[in-house]
């Protein structure tokens, strides 16, 4: 069973400039997360899908962050602009069912964003 | 915001010792914890989920117990191998949330 598909891999793009993120969770996962990991802390929910409804996204920095989940499957994360402070690695995750307390979240390998 | 602790925040071991790291959390509206494996260059990888006071759980050399009334789990790494080295991340969930909220975690370096 494939994993959980990240693109890209790395990026590194200048500060004022978009960037999109590509996330293809595993087949039949209803839920899908993005994180944000900063270096030296533990992953920070960004937004979390049921489907294609986004259930959670309080900490989603509206101003610059969008994200959507079209069709319930594959997801794209976009910052717009850029900024130096977005330099982090940004992972998705996906689990088979709606509790997000107590099911298991499979993660892909993340995108390592730079700014520069 | 829940306040979660791992200790020690890194640690070099030998080959083949074996050791341990702790996950604190606060005990109150505590739902369940997880733990995850975060190899270099890697996805995160999950090893457990526990939700039970008491609750022991294994996985080949790794094993993990929770005390949800005093709000701490334990890792244990047994023998360690070259391979084991990796970030190990707990997470735990309250009632009423369905977020993990992870620790910064345990970088873990075993030496051959």
Same mark, same amino acid.
């Given at each position: 069973?494939?994993?959980?598909?990240?693109?890209?891999?790395?990026?590194?793009?200048?500060?004022?400039?978009?960037?999109?993120?590509?996330?293809?969770?595993?087949?039949?996962?209803?839920?899908?997360?993005?994180?944000?990991?900063?270096?030296?802390?533990?992953?920070?929910?960004?937004?979390?899908?049921?489907? %294609?409804?986004?259930? &959670?996204?309080?900490?989603?920095?509206?101003?610059?962050?969008?994200?959507?989940?079209?069709?319930?499957?594959?997801?794209?994360?976009?910052?717009?602009?850029? %900024?130096?402070?977005?330099?982090?690695?940004?992972?998705?995750?996906?689990?088979?069912?709606?509790?997000?307390?107590? &099911?298991?979240?499979?993660?892909?390998?993340?995108?390592?964003?730079?700014?520069? | 915001?829940?306040?979660?602790?791992?200790?020690?925040?890194?640690?070099?071991?030998?080959?083949?010792?074996?050791?341990?790291?702790?996950?604190?959390?606060?005990?109150?509206?505590?739902?369940?914890?997880?733990?995850?494996?975060?190899?270099?260059?890697?996805?995160?990888?999950?090893?457990?989920?526990?939700?039970?006071?008491? &609750?022991?759980?294994?996985?080949?050399?790794?094993?993990?117990?929770?005390?949800?009334?005093?709000?701490?789990?334990?890792?244990?790494?047994?023998?360690?191998?070259?391979?084991?080295?990796?970030?190990?991340?707990?997470?735990?969930?309250?009632?009423?949330?369905?977020?993990?909220?992870?620790?910064?975690?345990?970088?873990?370096?075993?030496?051959?």
């Amino acid at each position: 069973e494939a994993g959980v598909v990240q693109s890209p891999r790395y990026k590194i793009i200048e500060k004022k400039q978009p960037v999109a993120f590509w996330c293809n969770p595993i087949s039949g996962h209803n839920t899908l997360y993005w994180y944000l990991q900063n270096l030296g802390q533990g992953p920070e929910l960004l937004i979390r899908y049921e489907n %294609e409804e986004a259930v &959670d996204d309080s900490q989603l920095p509206k101003d610059r962050f969008s994200a959507e989940r079209l069709k319930g499957v594959d997801s794209t994360l976009k910052i717009q602009p850029a %900024e130096l402070g977005d330099s982090a690695v940004y992972l998705c995750a996906s689990s088979p069912g709606t509790s997000g307390r107590t &099911d298991t979240q499979y993660f892909g390998p993340g995108t390592r964003l730079t700014v520069l | 915001i829940l306040n979660v602790e791992q200790s020690p925040q890194s640690l070099h071991v030998q080959e083949g010792d074996s050791t341990n790291f702790t996950c604190s959390f606060p005990s109150s509206n505590f739902y369940a914890l997880h733990w995850y494996r975060w190899e270099t260059a890697k996805s995160p990888e999950a090893l457990f989920v526990m939700t039970l006071n008491g &609750d022991e759980k294994k996985k080949g050399r790794i094993s993990a117990t929770l005390n949800t009334k005093e709000g701490y789990s334990y890792l244990y790494i047994k023998g360690s191998q070259p391979e084991d080295s990796a970030t190990y991340l707990c997470a735990p969930t309250q009632g009423g949330s369905e977020k993990l909220v992870f620790g910064k975690g345990t970088k873990l370096t075993v030496n051959p």
